[in-house]
């Protein structure tokens, strides 16, 4: 899921990266709504709330609404130069070497949730999970040459209408497959979504630790696989 790359993935491949990916971003972007009222991967509402801000003269909030942006761009920026430079050196496996870096900086954020001070927790971890996000979707766009996206859903919502659309003047069945995958990432997003709220409400900022407990599973045998392919 982690290792093969761009048109040597299958369609198996993809959904398995999006409906996975994107339930975790789903449930890191609803519980940091429901906990600290901003969304980390919702770049749209960001963008329209920094505009919204500036508007009204809220210069505060306009610079809060400005940071989730940066730090959701600073977040791709690292993982797309990452990822550039394990190309460079030939090293199999790095996007789940990207994935395992997010687990650790995940668990590092959740480690010292409890200790921020209580007046700027809110926003400190929301922009550390926006940094996140971003390099999550970074690294799932580079592999997937952008059929996948997880961390976002407006434009696969347009795409359902399209594909929708599409199955009603029976189209060809290029146009069901990308349909399917679309239903499932955003299907996933909402599932997590709702369990990540649930789940927050129980564990507080632990399901920090959770989430990265999640992905370190994910990409560590993806990186066993690599290994053994490079040596092979």
């Not at 809060?64 to 797309?80: C, E, I, K, R, S």
């Not at 790095?94 to 809110?122: Q, S």
Request: charge should be positive.
């Amino acid at each position: 899921m982690l290792v093969h790359e761009g048109e040597a993935r299958t369609r198996a491949k993809d959904e398995s990266l999006a409906w996975t990916f994107a339930s975790l971003a789903g449930a890191l972007n609803a519980a940091g709504f429901y906990a600290f009222g901003s969304y980390s991967s919702n770049m749209t509402g960001n963008v329209s709330a920094l505009a919204d801000h500036l508007g009204l003269g809220d210069l505060r909030l306009a610079l809060y609404a400005l940071a989730l942006v940066a730090t959701f761009v600073a977040g791709a920026m690292v993982a797309t130069l990452l990822i550039g430079i394990g190309r460079e050196r030939c090293l199999r496996g790095v996007y789940a070497y990207g994935v395992l870096a997010e687990a650790v900086m995940l668990a590092a954020l959740g480690a010292v949730a409890p200790w921020l001070p209580a007046d700027g927790r809110g926003a400190v971890l929301a922009l550390g999970v926006s940094f996140l996000l971003g390099l999550q979707n970074a690294t799932v766009t580079q592999i997937t040459d952008a059929r996948v996206r997880t961390t976002h859903v407006t434009g696969m919502v347009t795409d359902i209408g399209i594909g929708l659309a599409n199955l009603l003047e029976r189209r060809p069945a290029a146009d069901r497959a990308k349909l399917r995958l679309h239903l499932v990432t955003v299907s996933a997003f909402l599932a997590g979504g709702i369990l990540g709220v649930l789940l927050y409400r129980c564990l507080g900022t632990a399901l920090l630790l959770v989430v990265a407990g999640l992905l370190a599973m994910l990409a560590i045998p993806g990186i066993s696989s690599a290994r053994r392919l490079q040596a092979g």
